[in-house]
């Protein structure tokens, strides 16, 4: 998804979350960004598989998170930016294809605390996806000072 097919607001999320080394590594792609909705894919990496074309529980924690508190993010005010705080993951069926797809949302947008989710699907090939893992987990919402801005 290119930046300017987006509002500025969620333009400045996704170029912030891209900024990010840990999503660089992961290869993390945003493919729809909306209030309260974020979509990402991330390749099926062999440096992040326990064996060869499975991917390992915490590539899929990460993908998770980021889809879920960037969806949060995406509910926030101009100024203000969010921290994981807490995180859960369940993965049901092997994440293996191509890449992994995460829908991110939010379950409830608080002023202090937001608590958000991700759906996890494994993506063939031939674009089919079959669902492997969720996350769960809190965000702290944060007016931005200089250490996050
Ligand atoms: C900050 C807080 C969340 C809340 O702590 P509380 O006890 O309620 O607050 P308290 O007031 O005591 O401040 C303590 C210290 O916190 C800092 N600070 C506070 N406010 C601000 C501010 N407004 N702006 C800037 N900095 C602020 C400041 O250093 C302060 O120290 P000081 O007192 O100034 O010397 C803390 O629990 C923490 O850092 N946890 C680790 C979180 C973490 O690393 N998560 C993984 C992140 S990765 C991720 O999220 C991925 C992702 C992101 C986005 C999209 C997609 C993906």
Redesign the pocket.
Known sequence: MTATDLPIALQHLQST?LAMPMARTLGLRFVRAAPGAVELEMPIQDAFCFRPGQLQATALFALG??AA??AA?SLLPPGW?????DGSVKLFAPARGCHVRARGRVVDAGRLLSICAADLYAVAEDGSETPCATWLGT??N????S??A
């Open positions: 979350v998170d980021f508190v960037s993010g930016a969010n921290a994981t705080v965000a702290r944060l007016e931005v000072r250490a996050l």
